[in-house]
């Protein structure tokens, strides 16, 4: 049977959800602790959650909107910045005819912790730094989606509406060089983005981005090449 969305507290202490998208919203809700403070102001910016010394970021979308704030965060603050990766999704059209119920089917989609490098490439300098880390929540969720005739072009004029959170499945925390090498074929001394593809059995697109956030992060070098591939290994 297929999850169903839990029943969330959305006016929990101190959670300001006014505006708020329901995945971040419910997101915010799972990750606080008791001490927790939510939506404090920090040099300029509204930090989602302060635990302690740490601010803590639940990002939904493109890291683009972020690396602005992030980059002037981790030069006095430790940020962590939480992430999730739909590992399984169902989809929900919304009727257009009164008399006609939701239709809700489960996406052959499945989402795994190395899609976050998607996003990574565009804050991939911020690896390095001690002062961030970053944690991939993998999730259930349903994606809600409306039909708008005048968005045709895109998904047949399907668009999405909102994203709820059914339920957290697993959670994996990067914060050292090492938890960012593991995404690295282990026991070779050189390698090629197809070596990276072949090793965790992804798309060679998305090794790329691997290898190119781990270059500029400088936890990786270009020694030469291997036939027509560029040729990696670890910094030393």
């Known amino acids: 049977m297929a999850p169903t969305p839990p029943k969330l507290n959305p006016s929990g202490p101190g959670i300001g959800l006014l505006n708020e998208k329901p995945l971040h919203a419910s997101l915010k809700q799972w990750y606080g602790q008791p001490g927790d403070c939510f939506e404090v102001p920090v040099d300029g910016f509204v930090i989602d959650i302060v635990r302690g010394d740490r601010l803590l970021e639940i990002q939904t979308a493109n890291f683009s909107a972020m690396k602005s704030k992030l980059t002037k965060l981790v030069q006095s603050h430790p940020v962590r910045v939480i992430y999730p990766i739909a590992q399984e999704k169902w989809l929900v059209k919304l009727s257009t005819d009164g008399d006609k119920a939701n239709t809700r089917r489960k996406s052959p989609k499945k989402g795994r912790v190395e899609d976050v490098f998607w996003e990574m490439v565009r804050i991939s300098h911020l690896i390095p730094n001690p002062n961030f880390s970053l944690e991939v929540l993998l999730i259930q969720e349903e994606e809600v989606r409306r039909f708008e005739a005048k968005r045709r072009w895109r998904r047949n004029g399907w668009c999405t509406e909102e994203r709820r959170?059914?339920?957290?499945?697993?959670?994996?925390?990067?914060?050292?060089?090492?938890?960012?090498?593991?995404?690295?074929?282990?026991?070779?001394?050189?390698?090629?983005?197809?070596?990276?593809?072949?090793?965790?059995?992804i798309r060679r697109e998305l090794a790329q981005k691997i290898a190119y956030a781990l270059r500029t992060a400088k936890l990786i070098e270009l020694i030469g090449k291997r036939g027509r591939g560029n040729l990696y290994r670890v910094a030393v």
């Open 165 to 201: 959170l059914l339920a957290v499945v697993a959670r994996h925390l990067l914060q050292t060089p090492a938890d960012w090498l593991a995404f690295l074929p282990q026991g070779v001394d050189a390698f090629t983005t197809k070596d990276i593809a072949d090793a965790m059995g």
